[in-house]
Every structure is written in C-alpha cells, then in structure tokens.
C-alpha cells in the first residue's frame, strides 16, 4: 500500500516538475491567462467542455470565475457547457453524443469568446467537432491535454499539453494549470489594493 501511495506522490511530482521546468509550456500558460483577460474585459464568454473527469474539471474551473478564486470580486462570464442535463441529453438522443457540445457552440458563442476544451488524448470527438465549430465561428479555442495533443493539438490556437501520458497525472496538472489561469485572471481583472 505504502509503495502505491508513494508512487503516485513521486508521478506527480515528476509530471509538475516537467512543467515547471519547460518554459515554451508556462509562455502558453500566461498566453491563455492573457486571452482570457482580453476576452472577459470585451465582454465575452469563457466557455469549458470535457468528458467524464474533464468535464469535473471544466465545472470546477469555470465556478473558479463565474464564483470566486482567492477573493470576493464580480463574477466572470464563464460555464461549463455540460450543465444544462435536459438540453445534454436532448440533443445526445436526436442528433448523437458527439455533437452534443458542438451545436451549443453554434447556438451560444460569438467572435471573441474563448472556448477551452479538455481532453486527456485530445482526441475526445465531441470536444474536437466543437473546436471545429469553434474555428467557423471565430471563437478562441484552448486545449487542456496530454503530451502529444491528440487532434486537438492541431486545432487549438493555444495548446496547454501536459508532458504526460499518464491520465492520472494528466488531470491533476489541468487543475493546476486551470487554477493557476484562474488566479493570473482574478488579479489582473479585480486587482487587490494592499
């Protein structure tokens, strides 16, 4: 038991090191802090899908700005595009599961806005035909993935790929790095006067 407990502490320990140390990864960090900035101060939406524990992690991230992170401050217009279970599984049964974010994406997004999509494989079908949609639409897309970026890779104009293929050490780095997006956006946004 210890040996596992152990293991996964040194994995992900290992993973964030990773991070830390590839400057090319933690310049697209704050590139995709920044274009949530300029997109929250135009007065556009900040929109986050995934599957299973990606789609946790969309939620949890964008209640981190529609709430709150650290401090109180107005709310950010941001969700997680799996919410609305009547319209899920609507549009699952009549038009099929793959186009279930897509379509929202047609019908909910403008030019400007920013839509993040995370995938561990970056190759989750319904995230890519919605960064396709995205792309038509002019909205900015943000890919969450693992090492190789999967087909999103190739369709996200900022790619946040962390150097893993290991999916339990691929979602805690997205929490990290969603988190660490969340608080570069709070302070620059609603800045604390100390």
């Known amino acids: 038991m210890d040996h596992i407990i152990q293991q996964s502490i040194r ?4 993973t964030k090191q990773s991070i830390l ?12 802090a920044d274009t949530l900035i300029e997109a929250l101060r135009n007065g556009h939406r900040v929109l986050w899908c995934g599957n ?3 789609a946790a992690d969309a939620q949890h991230l ?21 919410c609305n279970t009547s319209y899920l599984t609507a549009v699952a049964n009549d038009y099929g599961y793959d186009l279930i974010y897509s379509r ?8 400007g806005d920013v839509l993040i ?6 190759n989750s079908k319904n995230v890519c035909n919605a960064f396709e949609k995205a792309r038509q639409l002019g909205v900015i897309t943000i ?15 900022i790619l946040l790929n962390v150097p893993s293929s290991d999916t339990p050490r691929i979602q805690e780095s997205h929490i990290m790095i969603g988190h660490i997006i969340c608080q570069i956006v709070e302070a620059t946004l609603y800045p604390r006067s100390e």
Request: aromatic content about 4%; overall charge negative; charged content about 15%.
């Open 11 to 14: 994995a992900s320990i290992v």
């Open 21 to 32: 140390d590839n400057q090319n990864l933690l310049q697209r960090i704050q590139s995709a």
């Open 52 to 54: 299973g524990g990606s």
């Open 62 to 82: 964008a209640a981190e700005l529609s709430g709150r992170f650290y401090y109180d401050r107005p709310p950010l217009n941001s969700e997680a595009l799996h």
């Open 104 to 111: 929202m994406i047609d019908g909910a997004c403008k030019k």
């Open 117 to 122: 999509g995370i995938s561990t494989s970056g």
């Open 143 to 157: 890919a969450l993935t693992g090492s190789t970026g999967g087909q999103m890779g190739d369709m996200a104009d």
